[in-house]
């Protein structure tokens, strides 16, 4: 059975996808809850999905005319490695047609354990086709590295989004 996408404000699992967003994501990479569900009226998809009634997890996303951007995407624990992270990718992919598609995370340091949490969250995005753009920046006191999937990567509309539109999500 298919993946059921739901945005928040419709969804009926607002408890898991707001317990998920806090477990998944450290403070200091999170938008404050209240600016998040505010922004996704307008301004971005925040949606839930679920399998046969069981919340599987979440995606934040905004749409430019030039690239797609998913700001987070997170599984339940007891539900990763199973192949649901790869098939919200799939959405994403679908959702965004000829558009790049734009992700952050955070930047992997050359010390940093093979099998460590950064390690495992970059290879799980290169191995779903993502690449590396050499692009990086700092905001809020965490280093992040640009990935991007399909087409050539908008670097210079991309750095105009960040100093644009990032700080709305903060405020």
Known sequence: ????????ARSRNKRE?????????P???RVPWRILKRRSK???SFDGYDREGKF???TVSLETEQFLLLFYLAVCADLRS???GGELLARMRERSGKKPIVLDIEEVPPDAPEDGQL???LKFYLSNG???TGFRFEAYGVRYETLCFGGEFPAEAYRRFLRERLRLFRN
């Open 1 to 8: 059975m298919e993946l059921s996408k739901t945005s928040y």
């Open 17 to 25: 996808m707001k317990r998920l967003y806090f477990q998944a994501f």
């Open 27 to 29: 403070k200091a990479e």
């Open 42 to 44: 307008r301004e971005c």
């Open 56 to 58: 599987i997890g979440l």
């Open 82 to 84: 199973e192949g649901y």
């Open 119 to 121: 390690q495992r969250r």
């Open 130 to 132: 993502y690449r590396r």
